[in-house]
């Protein structure tokens, strides 16, 4: 039966997707399984781990090689990407992530909380982001930048810093 899967995940999944070979064969036919069958994420293009959401794929732009950024998709668990119709999602090459991420595009206008307000999120190129992290509406971060686990980045940071923190701030420069 297993010789089966890796047959399955040879002719199918690594044809489409090379990338995933650094991924367990487990993961990736869960993955599969609940994007394909069960019809969750269905509508995503590429692997999603099977217990994220992605809302809104068709506004998300991936600068440059995808192929880093494609692995966390894929093998970070619990994470949150909801990008709104009039907003987009642009994640450099090299970028890679942990589990709980929370990225949104949109949030409640303060005056009137009935209202949306979206805007643009920019992540540079070869950027770490730490587990439990949250990414609000309108944040920009440069290049090579590190958000440590459990941040709330709530404003935009230059390239090559690292930052923390609820809010985060920048703890160090590089």
């Known amino acids: 039966m297993l010789s089966l899967y890796f047959l399955f995940a040879r002719l199918f999944i690594f044809r489409k997707q090379p990338y995933l070979r650094v991924m367990g064969a487990g993961q990736l036919f869960t993955n599969w399984v609940y994007q394909?069958?069960?019809?969750?994420?269905?509508?995503?293009?590429?692997?999603?781990?099977?217990?994220?959401?992605?809302?809104?794929?068709?506004?998300?732009?991936?600068?440059?090689?995808?192929?880093?950024?494609?692995?966390?998709?894929a093998s970070s668990g619990g994470c949150y990407y909801a990008v709104s119709a009039n907003a987009i999602l642009e994640i450099?090459?090299?970028?890679?992530?942990?589990?709980?991420?929370?990225?949104?595009?949109?949030?409640?206008?303060?005056?009137?909380?009935?209202?949306a307000v979206e805007k643009d999120i920019k992540i540079g190129k070869h950027c770490w982001i730490?587990?439990?992290?949250?990414?609000?509406?309108?944040?920009?971060?440069?290049?090579?930048?590190?958000?440590?686990?459990?941040?709330?980045?709530?404003?935009?940071?230059?390239?090559?810093?690292?930052i923390g923190g609820c809010p985060a701030r920048i703890i160090k420069e590089f």
């Open 130 to 162: 730490g587990g439990n992290v949250s990414i609000v509406a309108g944040v920009e971060l440069g290049d090579h930048v590190v958000v440590g686990a459990n941040s709330v980045v709530t404003k935009s940071f230059p390239s090559r810093v690292v």
């Open 92 to 115: 450099g090459e090299g970028t890679i992530w942990a589990h709980n991420l929370n990225i949104q595009t949109s949030n409640h206008d303060l005056n009137n909380f009935e209202q």
């Open 36 to 73: 394909k069958i069960l019809k969750i994420n269905h509508d995503v293009p590429f692997q999603v781990h099977y217990t994220s959401r992605l809302t809104g794929c068709k506004n998300l732009k991936i600068t440059g090689n995808p192929e880093k950024v494609m692995v966390s998709f």
